[in-house]
Structures are given as C-alpha cells and as structure tokens.
C-alpha cells in the first residue's frame, strides 16, 4: 500500500491542517487552538467541574490541568471549590474570559463556514457522519 492510499495517513493530515488553520484563526488572542476550545466549552455551560469539562472536550487530565493554569494565569478564567463536593474544582469565566469566549464563537462560526465551503451540503453532512463514526468506535 502505498502512503497516500492510507486513510490513517490521510486522517493525520487532515486533522494537521484543520488544527493549523483553527490555530491561525484564534492567534489574535494570544490562544492556541485546545485553550480556546476549552473557552468555547465553558462559554456554552459556565460554572462547570473541571471533571465535566474534561468529559465534554475529551481531554485527558493532565493536558486540561496544563491548559486551565495557562487559561488561569491569563485570567480568562477562575478555579473555586465545589459548594457541595469537596473533591470537585469549579471552573468559570471572568469577565475577560466571557469577551473571549463570545469572540471565539464567532470566529469558530466563521472559521466553520470557510472550512465548509469545499464540500456540498450532502458532502458536509457525510463528512461529519464518518467523522462521529471513526470516533465512536475508535476512541
């Protein structure tokens, strides 16, 4: 089999350039791609555990802990105690993280339509469908 044939190969270049192309698009605040996911994240659902938010973005602890210090430092962000669960961190937006969090909404949309723009409308819809299959069973 030849490199190019292989789907993995294809599947690694792929995800390469839409992680290039999501970095550039939130390089002008000072974020990378997974932080300003995670902002994404918490701007959708605020006041969540850090144990929820590793759940809804699929990242494993260590790299969440490592993007939420950087988050923290850049007050984006605030870590609290649970009210009601001891062993739980709170995690919420600050203000600054809130304007954040509504820029990256935007540029997401707008990244997502430019993005969409090589594929039909049936294409989109097959694409995002392989795309849940492969990691429904493979992650």
Known sequence: METYDCILFQLTKASQAGSRYWNQKVAELNLTGAQAMVLRFLYESDFTTANDLGKRTGLDSATLTGILDRLQTAELIKRRPHKRDRRAIQIELTEKGKKAGQRIYRLMKEA??????????REQKSLRDFLMRIRANLG
């Open 112 to 121: 997502n339509e430019e993005f969409r723009t090589i594929f039909k409308d």
